[in-house]
């Protein structure tokens, strides 16, 4: 598809077709005014010469006709007598262009007379030879005038379009979040400025839904909490008792486990909802991750998951955010009642979060194997860590490894 011409191109290209028709419409002009003016001046002598010549004759029947390079004189009388020559000798009475290749500048005017038939013939080379000298210059003005109009379009166009470019500029810096505007205040009182003042009104609308977004999300947050709170206090009261069968207590376990899950992917998910700015502060990069492991402890038997962890120095990040991000990208990385051995390092700008199962699967197209949410990039999970500005780097092996890099914001590290 071929490349559209910028706004800038389309008027200069408006100003070079306006320059083209100008210097036509000048060039014709010229040209008519050229020709008419040639045919009144020859108009003008030959009845100037035959009025002198006819009333001089009157008086003297045998004046000599002049003849000369420039204009020819020629009487045929009414007896038949007098020379004409054959070129100009049948013509009917009035002015005549001769058609004379070698000589394009002959006209001829016929007139009768008392005395006879008088032709009277005038050369105009010269004026010919300024004809085509004038047409020569009429191609040249319509060349340059094209040209100096484009030039001319393209400078003020460069000018005109300026407000379109900081109005533009203005529109492109406008943050994700919307947020009321005075884009008016940057263009004049004309259709840019209605423009920009539309633009302005639709940002305070979006301001307002997105007030009104804001509120249904605390109240749908307020709401699903509750019910999810009181299933949870259940289940810890139910864990609690002395009496408790084994195969009761493990489905509670897991019910507690599928409770907090869903605990923080509601809380995932209204922060992403709400598309909530968060604000990193120093955080010890060892009790950051010691928090976000301490949900396998509840999650598979702690016999079964062996946690390694080694960081030194602190972390900017937003610290329940953090814990948030890494506790939903454990339980993805650690198959649900896998037993293991969990490695979480942290050093510089990079978290490496590493699982090895204690045994390694079957086949590499097994159950894990096959799960689409081992994958981060298109979960809850991954969305929200790209929210957080981390990037999310997988790998998984046959052998049962499997290590996920999370490489934070530039001068996350303290």
């Given at each position: 598809?071929?490349?559209?011409?910028?706004?800038?191109?389309?008027?200069?290209l408006?100003?070079s077709?306006?320059?083209?028709?100008?210097?036509?419409?000048?060039?014709?002009?010229?040209?008519y005014?050229?020709?008419?003016?040639?045919?009144?001046?020859?108009?003008?002598?030959?009845?100037?010469?035959?009025?002198?010549?006819?009333?001089?004759?009157?008086?003297?029947?045998?004046?000599?006709?002049?003849?000369?390079?420039?204009?020819?004189?020629?009487?045929?009388?009414?007896?038949g007598?007098?020379?004409?020559?054959?070129?100009?000798?049948?013509?009917?009475p009035?002015?005549?262009?001769?058609?004379?290749?070698?000589?394009?500048?002959?006209?001829?005017?016929?007139?009768?007379?008392?005395?006879?038939?008088?032709?009277?013939?005038i050369n105009?080379?010269?004026?010919e030879?300024?004809?085509?000298?004038?047409?020569w210059?009429?191609?040249?003005?319509?060349?340059?005038?094209?040209?100096?109009?484009?030039?001319?379009?393209?400078?003020?166009a460069?000018?005109?379009?300026?407000?379109?470019?900081?109005?533009?500029?203005?529109?492109?810096?406008?943050?994700?979040?919307?947020?009321?505007?005075q884009?008016?205040?940057?263009?004049?009182e004309?259709e840019?400025?209605?423009?920009?003042?539309?633009?302005?009104?639709y940002?305070?609308?979006?301001?307002?839904?997105?007030?009104?977004?804001?509120a249904?999300?605390?109240?749908?947050s307020?709401e699903?909490?509750?019910?999810?709170?009181?299933?949870?206090?259940a289940?810890?009261?139910?864990?609690?008792?002395?009496?408790?069968q084994?195969?009761?207590?493990?489905?509670?376990?897991?019910?507690?486990?599928?409770?907090?899950?869903?605990?923080?992917?509601?809380?995932?998910?209204?922060?992403?909802?709400?598309?909530?700015?968060?604000?990193?502060?120093?955080?010890?990069?060892?009790?950051?991750?010691?928090?976000?492991?301490?949900?396998?402890?509840?999650?598979?038997?702690?016999?079964?998951?062996?946690?390694?962890?080694?960081?030194?120095?602190?972390?900017?990040?937003?610290?329940?955010?953090?814990?948030?991000?890494?506790?939903?990208?454990?339980?993805?990385?650690?198959?649900?009642?896998?037993?293991?051995?969990?490695?979480?390092?942290?050093?510089?700008e990079?978290?490496?979060?590493?699982?090895?199962?204690?045994?390694?699967?079957?086949?590499?197209?097994?159950?894990?194997?096959?799960?689409?949410?081992?994958?981060?990039?298109?979960?809850?999970?991954?969305?929200f860590?790209?929210?957080?500005?981390?990037?999310l780097?997988?790998?998984?092996?046959?052998?049962?490894?499997?290590?996920?890099?999370?490489?934070?914001?530039?001068?996350?590290?303290?």
């Amino acid at each position: 598809m071929a490349r559209r011409l910028t706004l800038r191109q389309r008027i200069a290209l408006a100003y070079s077709a306006l320059g083209l028709i100008l210097s036509l419409l000048f060039a014709l002009a010229s040209t008519y005014l050229t020709e008419d003016y040639e045919e009144i001046v020859v108009n003008e002598i030959l009845l100037g010469q035959a009025q002198d010549y006819a009333e001089r004759l009157r008086q003297q029947p045998d004046l000599p006709l002049p003849v000369t390079h420039r204009l020819s004189g020629y009487l045929r009388r009414h007896d038949g007598s007098g020379f004409v020559p054959p070129d100009v000798a049948d013509l009917p009475p009035g002015i005549h262009e001769v058609d004379d290749a070698s000589d394009p500048g002959k006209h001829a005017g016929v007139f009768d007379i008392d005395a006879g038939r008088l032709t009277f013939v005038i050369n105009l080379n010269s004026i010919e030879a300024l004809e085509d000298y004038l047409l020569w210059f009429m191609l040249a003005v319509v060349a340059l005038g094209t040209a100096a109009s484009g030039w001319v379009g393209w400078l003020l166009a460069g000018r005109t379009i300026e407000p379109v470019r900081r109005l533009s500029a203005a529109v492109d810096a406008l943050p994700s979040r919307p947020q009321p505007t005075q884009l008016a205040g940057l263009v004049g009182e004309d259709e840019l400025g209605r423009l920009a003042k539309a633009i302005d009104a639709y940002q305070t609308r979006l301001v307002d839904a997105d007030a009104a977004e804001r509120a249904f999300f605390a109240d749908a947050s307020h709401e699903l909490r509750t019910p999810i709170a009181v299933v949870q206090g259940a289940a810890e009261v139910l864990l609690d008792e002395a009496g408790a069968q084994p195969a009761l207590r493990r489905r509670l376990a897991r019910l507690e486990r599928g409770m907090n899950e869903l605990t923080d992917l509601i809380n995932v998910l209204l922060g992403l909802a709400r598309r909530s700015a968060y604000f990193a502060g120093s955080v010890d990069a060892r009790t950051l991750l010691e928090e976000s492991a301490a949900s396998l402890a509840s999650a598979v038997e702690p016999r079964l998951v062996q946690i390694d962890i080694e960081a030194t120095g602190n972390l900017r990040v937003p610290r329940a955010e953090a814990v948030l991000a890494l506790r939903g990208i454990l339980r993805r990385l650690l198959p649900p009642g896998a037993g293991g051995a969990v490695r979480l390092r942290a050093h510089g700008e990079r978290i490496e979060l590493h699982y090895r199962a204690s045994t390694a699967p079957a086949t590499p197209n097994g159950p894990d194997a096959a799960r689409s949410d081992r994958h981060l990039g298109l979960t809850l999970i991954g969305r929200f860590a790209q929210h957080l500005g981390w990037r999310l780097e997988e790998e998984a092996t046959e052998t049962g490894e499997h290590r996920i890099v999370v490489r934070l914001p530039a001068e996350s590290s303290g």
